[in-house]
């Protein structure tokens, strides 16, 4: 994953971090096993960056609906007037260089619930993620 900031030197610009590595870099005996990760559009921030960390395995499966695509740091500016506004401090990027600020992450399997589904309380990422687990597909 690829991380910007702003660079104060050069107002406007913004400059890379040393690209950050999980997973497989720091830890040869990790889990094998299948990891289903169930996301949606209410999935941001902190959620999403460590999904996407999580995405770099072989072995995991993202099943749900596109994520916010708010996943950089939150930052403060102070204005006149004791007003101060926020915004994402950080730039996010996938390890390919791709955005995810404003897009989101993308899930391998989607899932829209139904409004029927809704109605009878039924959990359709649950279901879904379920029958992957059984099936493989």
């Known amino acids: 994953m690829h991380i910007t900031e702003p660079d104060y030197d050069y107002p406007g610009h ?35 960056f460590t999904a996407m960390a999580m995405m770099q395995a072989e072995n995991v499966t993202i099943i749900g609906s596109q994520t916010a695509g708010a996943d950089g740091d939150v930052s403060v500016l102070p204005l006149p007037g004791a007003i101060f506004t926020y915004f994402s401090g950080l730039g996010v990027y996938h390890p390919d260089g791709s955005e995810t600020q404003r897009i989101g992450l993308v899930p391998d399997i989607k899932i829209k619930p139904t409004l029927q589904g809704l109605i009878n309380g039924e959990d359709e990422y649950l279901e879904r993620a379920l029958e992957y687990i059984r099936t493989g597909k």
């Open 14 to 48: 913004v400059k890379y971090i040393s690209p950050l590595k999980a997973g497989l870099v720091y830890n040869p005996n990790y889990y094998q096993g299948k990891i289903i990760i169930l996301l949606n559009s209410e999935s941001m921030s902190r959620s999403e």
